[in-house]
């Protein structure tokens, strides 16, 4: 079983949708959880983080973290097409090394 | 404020060579990470500096070796290139002990 699972897509999406990412994980000493937006041929940028269970908002994104079931979320509100990139969910131990799932790509369609 | 910065953008190299990519640091941090990212897939943790030295190593084989400078700045090394080693290489700051990781915009490095 691969430490972490994301569904690598492509999700494509009308403008306007709700998008929701989500990613499992089986490793109990995880305890930061991140998620990255990267653009093609660009690196990862940071979207959002958490070290506990629950929702963090900010703006358009949502982060949800269920650490009883080991599945983290990221919801965008009102997508736009400059939206569309590939979504990297991320975890941290203490050792500070990042675990990342593969990716999922997202399409906002004009 | 600069971000990460990596150089070069792009190398080819043919098997067997040498390659020496390199990185600075965003203004202020004094960790650095290095990451592979292969084609479709998320990045792979290779190794960490901090204060010099070799904090914490993924599990790439030695022909990966690295350095950081007193300035923070790091170097990262790969001897007798394979074509698997084809990819983009990312260079991540951070400011000890905090979790945030930035990433610059990668090398892409080819292998023929």
């Known amino acids: 079983q691969k430490e972490v699972e994301q569904d690598p897509g492509p999700l494509s999406v009308p403008e306007g949708a709700i998008v929701s990412l989500n990613c499992t994980y089986s490793n109990s000493a995880f305890q930061y959880f991140m998620w990255y937006r990267q653009y093609s041929r660009k690196g990862p940028e940071l979207l959002m983080y958490?070290?506990?269970?629950g929702n963090k908002e900010d703006g358009r994104f949502t982060a949800q973290v269920d650490k009883s079931s080991k599945y983290i979320s990221l919801f965008i509100r009102d997508s736009q097409p400059s939206d569309s990139a590939t979504y990297l969910c991320?975890?941290?131990?203490?050792?500070?090394?990042?675990?990342f799932g593969s990716g999922t790509r997202l399409q906002v369609q004009p | 404020d600069a971000g990460v910065t990596q150089s070069p953008t792009h190398l080819i190299k043919t098997r067997g060579q040498q390659v020496t990519l390199r990185c600075s640091p965003k203004?202020?941090?004094?960790?650095v990470s290095w990451y592979q990212q292969a084609l479709g897939q998320g990045p792979q943790f290779i190794f960490q500096y901090y204060e010099e030295e070799e904090r914490q190593r993924g599990n790439f084989p030695d022909r990966f070796s690295g350095h950081q400078f007193p300035n923070y700045s790091s170097e990262l090394n790969v001897n007798a290139l394979l074509l698997g080693d084809s990819a983009l290489y990312l260079c991540?700051?951070?400011?000890?002990?905090?979790?945030?990781?930035?990433f610059g915009p990668g090398t892409r490095l080819t292998v023929l």
């Open positions: 991320a975890f941290l131990t203490g050792r500070r090394a990042l675990t």
């Open positions: 203004s202020g941090h004094d960790t």
């Open positions: 958490t070290y506990s269970s």
């Open positions: 991540a700051s951070s400011l000890a002990p905090r979790a945030e990781q930035f």
